[in-house]
């Protein structure tokens, strides 16, 4: 096993695993060409950021130019397109956006992978730590590329795939604080925070269900650039995919619940203060027939000359309250 030099300025990173078993690193393109007509095991990652490694494509791979041309923009849906002799596939990593200030927003990031043949030629324009984890795997053990340069992008998307579990946990971990919230102490604030998981959980489940597409072509439909040793490995991660999709949905149901257990418990609420602002009024009411006939503008109102008539108006106040309390209590309403 020989170690991995490092790659020469410009240059991009490329391990090639020749006929007779040597391993080579970082190939110039000259090399490039003549790795390809000699059949061994090659895999180049390309920054296609950087335009001299991205003429590549053209160049040395002459790959079809609307699969370049999707290369470039981060917008490309996740997909699977198939050619003669190659595949062509996008696909999509996720994590939480550490640059903005809602820790609720994603980042995400393309990977375009080239396979055909004996070749697989990776491509993006962020840094992939799914690329990054299958460059220390090769590094570590280059005899991986024995089992083919299929098994390089079986490595790279399974990683993409397991990167969603930590990102699935966490958000059940939200969902289950939020129940707590609600439940245990009401949160007024809280009904902000079930919209913005709802967003992030919608968004999750609009980058997992393409994948689960691509992946389902590609553990199903016969290629020649994927024997079928290689695609039942491709169907465990389709498997992975499934349970994250699943589990994914169960947390948008119970966000559901938790949303209509919010409006519930603010309904409820609603309707206490409702039936106390009710229940003041209620016994206000005959305070305010009686503070109306002694106040209305007649000659002669009952004990409005007797000197203790203020007393027996504030006393037959006292006393209709009271009963209007009696009979409230008694009918359950208080």
Known sequence: MSAAPAPDRGAPYSVYLTPDGTIEWHLHPA????ALREGGQLWVDIDASDVHQHALLEKVFHFHHLAIEDTLSPKTRVKLEEYPDQLFLVIRGVRFDATT???????????????????????????????????HRIERGPELLQRGVEMILHGA????????????DQVDDIVDDLEQRIFDQYDDAAIHEIFRVKRLVVQLRRHLGPLREVLNVLTNRPHPCINAASQVYFRDVYDH????????????????????????????????VMKSLSVVTTISLPLVVIGGMFGMNFAHIPLSTHPFGFFWAVGMMVLFAGAMVWFLRKQGWV
Do not use: C, W
Not at 104 to 124: M, Q
């Open 101 to 135: 200030a809602d820790p609720y927003d994603l980042e995400t990031a393309n990977l375009y992978s080239f396979l055909g043949g004996n070749a697989l030629v990776t491509a993006h324009s962020a840094p992939s730590r799914a690329i990054d984890e299958v460059k």
């Open 31 to 34: 090399r490039l060409v003549e």
């Open 241 to 272: 995919t499934i349970r994250i999709v699943e589990s994914v949905d169960s947390t948008r149901d119970l966000l559901t619940s938790v949303l209509d257990a919010y409006l519930s418990q603010a309904s409820n609420r609603m309707n206490k």
């Open 157 to 168: 998307v399974d990683t993409t795939v397991d990167q969603y579990l930590p990102m699935v």
